[in-house]
Nanobody
């Protein structure tokens, strides 16, 4: 069974950087879609970034475009989210997700069958 475990969250000042990791097990992921989503306190979960695990078909939410980068390491079965120029409004629990649908620019939640439990990112002003 596929399992996803996020790490790398923490407290950072505005303008700083963090790199989140998502370690995957229980499957073969090179053709999978992978994504990052977040949920701020009192708000609904929202899309952050999506890509194919082996690269390609990458896109971002407008709110993070140019600041965040999603990438995957097939050898380590790990997905990353590099977050730069962080803002207080980036404060949220960040979730990684994976599933079928890595072969095109599908909608953000399409095929995302597997989810991690999340890691908290807090950006102070």
């Amino acid at each position: 069974q596929v399992q996803l475990v996020e790490s790398g969250g923490g407290l950072v000042q505005a303008g700083g950087s963090l790199r989140l990791s998502c370690a995957a097990s229980g499957g073969t992921f090179s053709s999978y879609a992978m994504g990052w989503f977040r949920q701020a306190p009192g708000k609904e979960r929202e899309f952050v970034a999506r890509s194919r695990w082996s690269g390609g078909f990458t896109y971002y939410a407008d709110s993070v475009k140019g600041r965040f980068t999603i990438s995957g390491d097939n050898a380590k079965n790990t997905v990353y989210l590099q977050m730069n120029s962080l803002k207080p409004e980036d404060t949220a629990v960040y979730y990684c997700a994976a599933g079928a649908g890595g072969g095109s620019y599908y909608p953000p939640y399409y095929g995302m069958d597997f989810w991690g439990k999340g890691t908290l990112v807090t950006v102070s002003s």
